[in-house]
């Protein structure tokens, strides 16, 4: 079991609401990244903290928002949802950033199932 | 382009025999890692195993070996002596050194059987 964790495990919002997720890191890490898995696919990369900056982004809109705390922790904020933003969203914790070294294990908490109605 | 290929959507395999998992890459960074995931259906991944680009040895670790072959860019997961535990979703992944992020493929469903 890794040190990540994730609240909430579960959560149901309707469509045009906000959402705000959390993670708390492993001990001594400080990046946290951010993906969300649709059913039946892959991990999508949607954005990096290191240090408590946005290091990094993938494809996603700019309702798609986060904070990283001096502690490390995250949140993800996610405005105007829409029902293609349920998935289950995994937060994970490393020691990196820029610069990282590239064996630089990630540890994944259990993740956050949304479902948008 | 960045990109992970998994082109087994399902594997089966009996309890203690081995089973290779498929993972193709494509990337034109020469400095890259690849990743192993298992997800069960609680959802956390957990990591398995890791092998970088400039590795002359296959990674191993306890039940698990990566076959790495490079020129045909592929990291296939090999389990040997397969256990009931081992019934999850498997995901291989790719992160770059110029960009730290992981890239990840659309997974294998493993069942092992007795």
């Known amino acids: 079991e890794t040190g990540v964790t994730q609240s909430p495990t579960h959560l149901i919002k309707t469509r045009g609401q906000q959402v705000t997720l959390r993670c708390s890191s492993q001990?001594?890490?400080?990046?946290v990244s951010w993906y969300q898995q649709a059913l039946g696919q892959g991990p999508q990369f949607i954005f990096q903290y290191y240090r408590e900056e946005e290091n990094g982004r993938g494809n996603f809109p700019p309702r798609f928002s986060g904070l990283q705390f001096p502690n490390y922790s995250s949140e993800l904020n996610v405005n105007a949802l829409e029902l293609d933003d349920s998935a289950l969203y995994l937060c994970a914790s490393s020691l990196g950033g820029i610069g990282g070294t590239m064996n630089t294990e990630a540890f994944f908490g259990q993740g956050t199932r949304l479902t948008v109605v | 382009a960045q990109k992970i290929t998994q082109t087994q959507p399902g594997m089966f395999v009996q309890e203690k025999e081995a089973v290779t998992l498929d993972c193709t890459y494509d990337t034109s960074d020469p400095s890259y890692g690849l990743f192993w995931y298992k997800q069960p259906s609680s959802g956390e991944m957990i990591f398995l195993i890791y092998q970088g680009s400039y590795d002359q040895q296959n990674a191993t670790e306890g039940r698990y070996s990566l076959n790495f072959q490079k020129a045909r860019k592929s990291a296939n997961l090999v389990i040997s002596a397969s256990q009931l535990g081992d019934s999850a979703m498997y995901f291989c992944a790719m992160r770059e050194a110029s960009y730290d992020k992981l890239i990840f493929g659309t997974g294998t469903r493993l069942q092992v059987f007795p």
């Open positions: 001990s001594g890490h400080n990046t």
